[in-house]
């Protein structure tokens, strides 16, 4: 841009300027998102890669502003991440994901374990144990039902994430490594973090296509299986995907080949079934 001169720099500037003034706006109406209720949670199906049996659910948020319209959580979890708005985000995504699981269990299907996205920001700040007890005390869900999906980035801060790993696991709670293979992780802390799931990163699972890239993924297949990690794959779109993933002894996935995720609605009818039924 600097070779362009002056109207080059000036068009660089306004573009960042552009850049900076949406930002902004996203910092201030995600105040009021929660209190006017402009979030909301869909859900995302995770299946047995050969039966197709529904085994979890993902909870992903979606805000929905009166003026701004549908704005992505690649958007403004950075953002919220930034100003620290996604401590207060992160724990009503929680109580509602909480609430949400009770409710189909309460109303008689068969239960599921439902996983939310904690930022790392959330997981490390000094009320989150506290929160998610008070959460699994006002809902009474089972901490079995819940598992919390968090990024590698946990592994900077190894000491304190690896006592509160260990609390929630103390707690019933289950982990999984979100993104798995995108971040920091260096493998002999893998040995040792007390989770239960590695995620392999939709990114891998694109890559697929091209045979070149496939030894990564059975890599990581394979070493969560010699840890003793269960592992999920995400972002499945293909049918070859899918059958590779299975010729990788991978059992577990998620993606637009089987389900986008849907409203709680939705997802009750399509997926969930009565226990009794
Ligand atoms: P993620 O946790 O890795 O979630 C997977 C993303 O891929 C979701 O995007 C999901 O809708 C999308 N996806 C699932 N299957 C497919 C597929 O087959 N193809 C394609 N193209 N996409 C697929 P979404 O909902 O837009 O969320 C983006 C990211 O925002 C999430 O990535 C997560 O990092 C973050 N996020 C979403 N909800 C929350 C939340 O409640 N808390 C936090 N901290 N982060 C969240
Ligand atoms: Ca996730
Ligand atoms: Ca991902
Ligand atoms: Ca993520």
Request: aromatic share 8%; glycine share 6%; proline share 4%.
């Amino acid at each position: 841009a600097k070779e362009n001169g002056k109207n080059g720099f000036r068009f660089y500037n306004c573009e960042l300027d552009q850049s900076l003034a949406r930002k902004l706006a996203i910092e201030n109406e995600l105040r009021r998102a929660i209190s006017e209720n402009q979030l909301s949670l869909v859900y995302q199906p995770k299946v047995h890669l050969i039966t197709g049996e529904v085994t979890g659910v993902e909870a992903l948020l979606r805000w929905n502003h009166p003026d701004l319209g549908w704005i992505s959580p690649a958007e403004f979890i950075p953002v919220a991440e930034e100003t620290g708005q996604i401590v207060s985000i992160g724990e009503w995504v929680l109580r509602e994901a909480c609430i949400q699981n009770k409710k189909w269990q309460v109303a008689g299907f068969s239960p599921l374990k439902l996983s939310v996205n904690v930022s790392v920001l959330q997981f490390q700040h000094e009320n989150f144990l506290l929160v998610v007890q008070s959460i699994l005390m006002e809902t009474k869900l089972e901490p079995s039902l819940i598992e919390l999906e968090i990024t590698e980035s946990i592994m900077q801060n190894i000491e304190q994430s690896l006592k509160i790993l260990q609390s929630l696991k103390n707690l019933g709670i289950q982990t999984s490594i979100d993104d798995f293979g995108t971040g920091y992780s260096s493998l002999n802390i893998l040995q040792k973090l007390p989770v239960d799931t590695i995620k392999i990163d939709k990114s891998f699972i694109d890559e697929m296509e091209y045979a070149d890239e496939r030894p990564m993924v059975k890599t990581i297949i394979d070493l969560g299986q010699h840890l003793n990690l269960m592992v999920v794959a995400e972002g499945i779109e293909t049918e070859s995907q899918r059958q590779l993933l299975v010729d990788y002894n991978c059992k577990i996935g998620q993606g637009y080949l089987f389900s986008r995720p849907v409203h709680p609605a939705k997802f009750e009818k399509l997926y969930l079934t009565k226990k009794w039924a």
